[in-house]
Protein backbone atom coordinates (compact mmCIF):
# COMPACT_ATOMS: atom_id res chain seq x y z
CA UNK A 1 0.00 0.00 0.00
CA UNK A 2 0.93 3.46 -1.04
CA UNK A 3 0.84 6.67 0.73
CA UNK A 4 1.88 9.96 0.81
CA UNK A 5 1.83 11.68 4.82
CA UNK A 6 2.12 15.36 4.74
CA UNK A 7 3.50 17.62 7.58
CA UNK A 8 4.35 21.28 8.08
CA UNK A 9 0.74 23.51 7.51
CA UNK A 10 0.13 25.79 10.72
CA UNK A 11 -1.42 29.33 10.96
CA UNK A 12 1.24 32.35 10.47
CA UNK A 13 1.17 36.37 9.62
CA UNK A 14 1.10 37.52 5.92
CA UNK A 15 4.85 37.96 5.47
CA UNK A 16 6.20 34.88 6.84
CA UNK A 17 7.01 31.65 6.09
CA UNK A 18 6.31 27.92 6.33
CA UNK A 19 7.50 24.33 5.12
CA UNK A 20 5.81 21.90 3.76
CA UNK A 21 6.96 18.22 3.99
CA UNK A 22 5.74 14.91 2.04
CA UNK A 23 6.99 11.18 2.28
CA UNK A 24 6.08 8.77 0.06
CA UNK A 25 6.02 5.42 1.96
CA UNK A 26 4.92 1.81 0.68
CA UNK A 27 6.02 -1.01 -2.16
CA UNK A 28 6.66 1.03 -5.23
CA UNK A 29 9.95 1.04 -7.74
CA UNK A 30 9.76 4.88 -8.93
CA UNK A 31 8.42 8.21 -8.31
CA UNK A 32 7.77 10.29 -11.53
CA UNK A 33 6.52 13.85 -10.89
CA UNK A 34 5.56 14.92 -7.44
CA UNK A 35 3.96 18.10 -6.20
CA UNK A 36 1.22 20.24 -4.20
CA UNK A 37 -1.90 21.29 -5.09
CA UNK A 38 -4.13 23.91 -2.28
CA UNK A 39 -8.03 24.10 -2.26
CA UNK A 40 -9.25 27.23 -0.41
CA UNK A 41 -12.98 27.44 0.36
CA UNK A 42 -15.21 28.16 -1.56
CA UNK A 43 -12.49 27.31 -5.01
CA UNK A 44 -11.32 24.43 -7.06
CA UNK A 45 -8.22 22.70 -6.27
CA UNK A 46 -5.39 24.40 -8.68
CA UNK A 47 -1.80 23.37 -8.88
CA UNK A 48 1.07 25.41 -6.93
CA UNK A 49 4.17 23.50 -7.76
CA UNK A 50 5.18 20.23 -9.57
CA UNK A 51 8.79 18.83 -9.96
CA UNK A 52 9.62 16.09 -11.93
CA UNK A 53 11.91 13.23 -10.89
CA UNK A 54 15.19 15.47 -12.80
CA UNK A 55 14.53 18.32 -10.77
CA UNK A 56 12.49 20.46 -13.37
CA UNK A 57 10.27 22.92 -11.26
CA UNK A 58 6.81 24.30 -12.31
CA UNK A 59 5.09 26.78 -10.12
CA UNK A 60 1.71 28.64 -10.51
CA UNK A 61 1.91 32.40 -11.60
CA UNK A 62 0.57 33.59 -8.03
CA UNK A 63 3.58 31.83 -6.34
CA UNK A 64 6.09 32.48 -8.88
CA UNK A 65 9.21 34.00 -6.71
CA UNK A 66 7.63 33.05 -3.63
CA UNK A 67 7.73 29.06 -3.42
CA UNK A 68 10.21 26.48 -3.84
CA UNK A 69 9.44 23.22 -4.37
CA UNK A 70 12.14 20.75 -4.21
CA UNK A 71 12.78 16.97 -3.78
CA UNK A 72 14.89 13.83 -2.57
CA UNK A 73 14.48 10.94 -4.94
CA UNK A 74 16.32 8.94 -2.21
CA UNK A 75 13.85 9.53 0.43
CA UNK A 76 11.03 9.48 -1.52
CA UNK A 77 10.04 13.35 -0.32
CA UNK A 78 8.78 16.50 -1.84
CA UNK A 79 8.99 19.79 0.15
CA UNK A 80 7.82 23.27 -0.74
CA UNK A 81 9.26 25.92 0.76
CA UNK A 82 6.56 29.23 0.99
CA UNK A 83 8.46 32.29 1.51
CA UNK A 84 6.14 36.24 1.89
CA UNK A 85 3.04 34.61 2.24
CA UNK A 86 -0.31 36.18 1.68
CA UNK A 87 -3.70 35.47 3.02
CA UNK A 88 -4.52 34.58 -0.39
CA UNK A 89 -2.54 31.66 0.15
CA UNK A 90 -5.05 30.03 2.79
CA UNK A 91 -6.29 26.83 1.30
CA UNK A 92 -5.46 23.21 2.55
CA UNK A 93 -2.46 22.08 0.59
CA UNK A 94 -2.34 18.42 -0.67
CA UNK A 95 0.55 16.21 -2.17
CA UNK A 96 0.48 14.62 -4.91
CA UNK A 97 2.55 11.70 -6.66
CA UNK A 98 2.41 9.62 -9.79
CA UNK A 99 4.11 6.72 -8.40
CA UNK A 100 5.55 3.37 -10.16
CA UNK A 101 3.83 0.61 -8.21
CA UNK A 102 4.75 -3.27 -8.52
CA UNK A 103 1.91 -5.50 -10.16
CA UNK A 104 -0.52 -2.16 -10.88
CA UNK A 105 1.60 0.34 -13.10
CA UNK A 106 1.37 4.05 -13.08
CA UNK A 107 -0.99 5.40 -10.21
CA UNK A 108 -1.37 9.19 -9.20
CA UNK A 109 -1.37 9.44 -5.05
CA UNK A 110 -2.72 12.37 -2.86
CA UNK A 111 -2.06 12.98 0.47
CA UNK A 112 -4.51 13.86 2.82
CA UNK A 113 -4.12 17.24 2.88
CA UNK A 114 -2.39 20.06 5.34
CA UNK A 115 -3.91 23.35 6.72
CA UNK A 116 -2.23 26.51 5.42
CA UNK A 117 -3.63 30.03 7.05
CA UNK A 118 -2.07 33.21 6.77
CA UNK A 119 -3.61 35.85 8.95
CA UNK A 120 -3.07 39.59 7.84
Known amino acids: QVQLVESGGGLVQAGGSLRLSCTAS????????MGWYRQAPGKQRELVATITSGGSANYADSVQGRFTISRDNAKNTVDLQMNRLEPEDTAVYSC??????????????WGQGTQVTVSS
Open 26 to 33: GSFFGINS
Open 96 to 109: YAEINVFFTGRRDY
